[in-house]
T-cell receptor, first 108, second 113 residues
Framework: GIQVEQSPPDLILQEGANSTLRCNFSDSVNNLQWFHQNPWGQLINLFYIPSGTKQNGRLSATTVATERYSLLYISSSQTTDSGVYFCAVSSNDYKLSFGAGTTVTVRA | DTGVSQDPRHKITKRGQNVTFRCDPISEHNRLYWYRQTLGQGPEFLTYFQNEAQLEKSRLLSDRFSAERPKGSFSTLEIQRTEQGDSAMYLC???????????FGSGTRLTVV
């Protein structure tokens, strides 16, 4: 199966700081999604981004499919951004392979 | 539409007992997925349904696990003769035909003691 590596594993930020999370994957994919898992376990879809760049408020993401990586940018971080961020990829149309996640802690 | 619902939220069971979890997908979604997540890891695919047909099962899904989706609506995941290694969060998701429409439920956390 496709291997997904996320870095860094842990990130501690002061409120207002910017950060970049990285996702590397081992094979060609036709689907890449970023999720945020809140402290209660709920996984929220942030972006569907198999290629290109998207922005949603303070979050943006870029995927360079030919080089097999994606970046998630968090700007002006807030305490509500805390949680685990997962990158998930797929080369078919049904199964997602997840990375181990980046745990983000934003301190007030 | 209230999203994907899972019941129960938490389940504590003794080793060797059987447990059953339920998932109610978003009504217009014809695909339903089950994932398992252990502490510190990302979710791992277990199985998925398109309508009532179970189309793929991961090798993680041993013979003790069975999933059903009668009439293509809600789904159940049963674990027989639970083991301590089954302790995990069991996540259900649903989507329209295309996988990019994934919506996850809040999960069922299973603890086997």
């Amino acid at each position: 199966g496709i291997q997904v590596e996320q870095s860094p594993p842990d990130l501690i930020l002061q409120e207002g700081a910017n950060s970049t999370l990285r996702c590397n994957f081992s094979d060609s994919v036709n689907n890449l999604q970023w999720f945020h898992q809140n402290p209660w376990g709920q996984l929220i879809n942030l972006f569907y981004i198999p290629s290109g760049t998207k922005q949603n408020g303070r979050l943006s993401a870029t995927t360079v499919a030919t080089e097999r990586y994606s970046l998630l940018y968090i700007s002006s971080s807030q305490t509500t951004d805390s949680g685990v961020y997962f990158c998930a990829v797929s080369s078919n149309d049904y199964k997602l392979s997840f990375g181990a996640g980046t745990t983000v802690t934003v301190r007030a | 539409d209230t999203g994907v619902s899972q019941d129960p939220r938490h389940k504590i069971t003794k080793r060797g007992q059987n447990v059953t979890f339920r998932c109610d997908p978003i009504s217009e979604h014809n695909r339903l997925y089950w994932y398992r997540q252990t502490l510190g890891q990302g979710p791992e695919f277990l199985t998925y349904f398109q309508n009532e047909a179970q189309l793929e099962k991961s090798r993680l899904l041993s013979d003790r696990f069975s999933a059903e989706r009668p009439k293509g609506s809600f789904s159940t995941l049963e674990i027989q003769r639970t083991e301590q290694g089954d302790s995990a969060m069991y996540l259900c998701a649903s989507s329209p035909v295309a996988v990019y429409g994934y919506t996850f439920g809040s999960g069922t956390r299973l603890t086997v003691v």
